[in-house]
């Protein structure tokens, strides 16, 4: 497995995210969490990212339900992006347990996994089997 370097939490919630953010830093090891409070900030990055050839995330963690622009609405416009998508993984991190949403969620090539709050120690182990698995 390559060494982690950059994540994206894309949350709305100041609390979740910092929890999140230390989450991601001491459990999934990566060096460096950039933290978002809607798509629309974390999308307009990326664009800065592909527009100056800065570092492009490993790990998006998305919230759904946010503000300006919701999760979803990050997705289309993440795919409209000349990335190699294949390389940023996205695991939706949200409240809803609808199972409209973990099957729309199926159809975005981009989205690894599907996790409920809060980010426990289950969810954490499965994401970190999931990173592994994606960077055989």
Known sequence: MKTP???Y????DRITAVITEFIVKKDLRYRAVQTF???QL???QLQEVVRTGGSIPDLILLD???PQMDGW???DAFGTLPLAQE???VFILTSSIQPTDIEKSTHYKEVKGYFSKPLGKVNVQRMKSLL???SD
């Open 5 to 7: 370097k950059l994540a």
């Open 42 to 44: 974390a999308f307009n």
């Open 73 to 75: 609405e990050f997705l």
């Open 37 to 39: 409070g809607n798509g």
């Open 64 to 66: 759904l339900n946010m």
């Open 9 to 12: 939490v894309v949350e709305d």
């Open 132 to 134: 592994w698995e994606a």
């Open 87 to 89: 390389e940023v993984r």
